[in-house]
């Protein structure tokens, strides 16, 4: 992040800040942060990314337009979890279509978004 004379502890509560954004579902508010200088694919400490949440949590319409910014489908966090693994374990369809759709790898993370969609009964979302 262009921190603009920001200092570190106020470019920490700006991350933490967005992605609270981005766990709401807040996407005009998250992508005005983007707009300004925020990276896409910011993360927390966990390495929990915009998309993570916002997938984890469900909205999908902050997902789409994290993903239009160049959000990275695949990005996996210090779990080695992907967005669309977290989506699934959630029951988050519409949000497991949109990362579909983005090309989100089935394979990568742990659990794989294969594995997770067997073992949470979703497989159909996962079918071509």
Known sequence: ?????????????VVTIAL?????????QLLEFVAHGLPVNASD??????????AYHGHADTVRALLR????????????????????FKGADDVVVVLRQAGADLDSGTPTAR????????AHLLAN
């Open 1 to 13: 992040m262009n921190s603009g004379g920001l200092t570190t502890e106020q470019t920490r509560r």
């Open 20 to 28: 609270h954004l981005a766990r709401e579902g807040n996407t005009d």
């Open 45 to 54: 400490t966990a390495g929990n990314t915009l998309l993570m949440l916002a």
């Open 69 to 88: 910014l160049g959000a990275d489908p695949d990005q996996r966090n210090a779990r080695d979890q992907a967005p669309i693994a977290g989506a699934l």
């Open 115 to 122: 594995a997770a969609a067997s073992l949470f009964g979703r």
